[in-house]
């Protein structure tokens, strides 16, 4: 698998790594957050995931799934934690991921979902194999989540991939999705460690299979689009755009400011017309629900 060790890339990722995402459908980014911040969003996320297991089963923005071993409602994602965090927050406006981010799909890039997903431990439910979005969403550049690993994923704990399944056609996918069980046949481990990304394609078909591991995996998940291919076919109103814009740029200010972070060149947001903006405006919240966004056609 080709990784990158971003200690010595600072910048953003290099041609060998575009090629090899657009190629593969994912691309592995070792050691991307620096020590302090990975704790910092260790405890953050900590938090929040306390939270939702006090409230549970009704923790706000919070998704529980039936325990495969308990039958009991089990803590599996949670939805807006840049709205939630500072930490979050401070973590959207990192210049690496966002200049390696550029490269891939443009300078319209907006941020879209953010979420940590869990795997408790004892309580790792299977995800079935699937793809993100459907190929309806996808015009001429990629949709990807930024996965930033908070735990380390092993055997027992990791996603697994099929290489290449983006460019599959849907047949050969829907062939595969409704297979019954979990087979990682032609599939592959995707290993990570605190502090790893990945960039995984919203096409690309993964998974991972049930596990009564007593070990956690959280994963905090940030997906980007082109904000040309989200005007041209959604799933959000045009209106969500300027809004998620000025959400990055609000993070971007904040991560510049943040005590932790140091030895960065800042991200320069500079999307073309007509998409470009000036200067962040303040914003009331940072948690724009999707569902007040979609398109009625
Ligand atoms: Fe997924």
């Known amino acids: 698998m080709h990784q990158q060790d971003t200690r010595f890339h600072p910048t953003s ?27 910092r969003l260790q405890q953050a996320m900590t938090h ?28 599996h994602r949670i939805e ?9 927050k401070v973590l959207l406006g990192h210049p690496f991921i966002l200049r390696s981010v550029e490269k891939l799909i443009g300078r319209d890039l907006i941020p879209t979902w953010d979420s940590m997903v869990l795997k408790l431990p004892g309580e790792g439910m299977i995800v079935p194999w699937h793809r993100d979005d459907g190929t309806e969403h996808v015009g001429d550049s990629p ?4 996965d930033f690993y908070l735990d380390p994923a092993d055997l027992d704990t990791c ?37 790893d990304v990945l960039f995984h394609n919203v096409l690309l078909l993964h998974g991972s299979p049930s596990n009564v591991s007593t070990k956690m995996r959280r ?11 989200e005007m041209e076919l959604g799933p959000h109103l045009p209106e969500y755009i300027q809004l998620k814009q000025q959400v990055l740029l609000d993070c971007i200010e ?15 947001y500079k ?25 009625s056609d």
Not at 167 to 180: G, Q, S, T
């Open 13 to 39: 990722i290099g041609e060998e790594e575009f090629l090899f995402f657009h190629e593969k459908g994912f691309l592995v980014l070792k050691n991307v957050l620096q020590e302090e911040e990975l704790q």
């Open 48 to 75: 929040l995931m306390e939270e939702g297991l006090a409230r549970s089963p009704k923790g706000e923005d919070c998704v529980y799934g039936r325990g495969h071993k308990s039958g009991r409602p089990v803590l």
């Open 80 to 88: 807006y934690v840049i709205d939630k965090t500072e930490e979050g």
């Open 143 to 146: 949709i990807f989540n930024v």
């Open 159 to 195: 996603l697994w991939a099929h290489p290449g399944s983006h460019l599959w056609p849907d047949e050969k996918v829907a062939e595969l999705v409704e297979r019954p069980g979990f087979s990682n046949e032609g599939a592959i481990p995707i290993l990570m460690e605190a502090g």
């Open 219 to 229: 994963v905090l998940y940030y997906e980007f689009r082109s904000a040309n291919v």
């Open 254 to 268: 904040r991560r510049k400011k943040a005590d932790y972070v140091s030895g960065e060149t800042p991200y320069a």
């Open 271 to 295: 999307p073309p017309e007509p998409f470009a903006v000036e200067q962040p405006s303040p914003l009331n919240t940072h948690r724009f629900p999707h569902e007040e966004f979609w398109r």
